[in-house]
């Protein structure tokens, strides 16, 4: 039962480079979710994805880029990476729309900007 | 919009001493409750969770919160911590709407619990 995996886990890379943070999830979940996590600010929603091929803003999007070609992945793209994008990521996915439904959250990818 | 504050960031105790950790959120409208647990290098995971009903919340490993809606709070309380309590805790809510309603988060408190 591998659950939601994310890929790399570390990652240091440089201003400017494109950068894309993996998410996979097992459950065949409809809803995922791209968080980023820094001091101060708790967790704060990227995009979100109801289903393949459906993607929203959610908080925090500037410099980001989604796609879900297929239910079980849910990328993140870091177009140009700046330094403020520097942060702990996190993906998680719910099975539905109920808003009462848990939501998992994947081991999180550290990454650093130079 | 719907607000969480956890005023307290970090919260040194004893080992088998009780702890409290609070949570004041901001909303005009019923609200759904959540308490998540982050242990080191891993994701959230969901403690417990008020929803409707009885207004005190039990997850497995001993921790409970009571849901004060006069009080707008959703303190979660454990009477005697262990050292693998050692995590930080997020408070977080949604208004329930029937359509998509994002999570809102608190900041965290890191729960330290001392030998």
């Known amino acids: 039962d591998a659950g939601i995996t994310q890929s790399p886990r570390y990652k240091i890379t440089e201003t400017g480079r494109q950068v894309t943070l993996m998410c996979h999830q097992t459950w065949s979940h409809s809803y995922m979710f791209w968080y980023r996590q820094d001091l101060g600010h708790g967790l704060r929603l990227i995009y979100y994805?109801?289903?393949?091929?459906?993607?929203d803003k959610g908080e925090v999007p500037d410099g980001y880029v989604v796609s879900r070609s297929k239910t079980e992945n849910f990328p993140l793209t870091l177009e140009s990476a700046t330094r403020s994008q520097t942060s702990v990521y996190f993906c998680?996915?719910?099975?539905?729309?109920?808003?009462?439904?848990?939501?998992?959250f994947g081991p999180g990818t550290r990454l650093l900007v130079l | 919009a719907q607000s969480v504050t956890q005023l307290d960031s970090q919260v040194p105790v004893f080992e088998e001493a009780p702890v409290e950790l609070r949570c004041n959120y901001s909303?005009?409208?019923?609200?759904?409750l959540f308490w998540y647990v982050q242990y080191p290098n891993q994701g959230l995971q969901l403690l417990l969770k008020?929803?409707?009903?009885?207004?005190l919340v039990e997850s497995i490993n001993g921790f409970e919160a009571e849901f004060n809606k006069s009080q707008t709070s959703f303190h979660l309380r454990k009477p005697s911590v262990h050292i693998s309590d050692t995590a930080e805790y997020f408070c977080a809510v949604i208004v329930p709407s029937g359509g998509y309603q994002k999570v809102t988060f608190g900041t965290g408190t890191k729960l330290q619990v001392i030998p």
């Open positions: 909303s005009s409208v019923s609200v759904y």
């Open positions: 008020y929803l409707s009903g009885s207004t």
């Open positions: 994805s109801a289903a393949a091929d459906i993607t």
């Open positions: 998680a996915s719910r099975k539905g729309s109920r808003e009462d439904e848990t939501q998992y």
